[in-house]
């Protein structure tokens, strides 16, 4: 289960992701300086629609696309903040491919392989609808809106 796994915050200390338990959770590879940057103003706009209802999205800035997240966790923290009011939370920078791939990425992309099974993320903003369960139910292309994913995300809730 995804709920098994342990982050780290953007300030470094250890996130166990059991704090979760029970919600819907959107997680998705971010960066700042990418063309899909503006959807963080529709994943902010689900998670606020949503919140109350026990859906979460869950951010995990990662620069391996293109140097799109050059910053450190303070400054991609304030660009989010002050550029599209983001109140979901932002986790440490993380690699989502390769030999460093964070083991929450690892399992996500296992559970949900993309196009013809592959199982590398091409780009930011791929995005991983997680049940209450902790169970891993879709995978989301970067180019995919947040608002185009309400009908999957209200089944789950």
Known sequence: MITDFEVKAANGSA???ARYAGK?????????????TPQYEGLEALHRRYADR??????????????????????????CSLTYDVTFPVFAKIDVNGADAEPLFQRLKADAPGLMGSKAIK???????????GR??????????PED??????ALL
């Open 54 to 79: 026990g859906f979460k999205v869950l951010g995990f800035p990662c620069n391996q696309f293109g140097g799109q997240e050059p910053g450190d966790a303070a400054e991609i923290a304030n660009f």
């Open 123 to 133: 780009w930011n903003f791929t995005k991983f609808l997680v049940d209450r369960e």
């Open 149 to 154: 994913l309400v009908r999957d995300i209200e």
């Open 136 to 145: 891993t139910v879709r995978r989301y292309a970067p180019a995919t809106k």
């Open 15 to 17: 996130v166990p992701l």
């Open 24 to 36: 819907v959770l959107l997680i998705v590879n971010t960066a700042s300086k990418c063309g899909f």
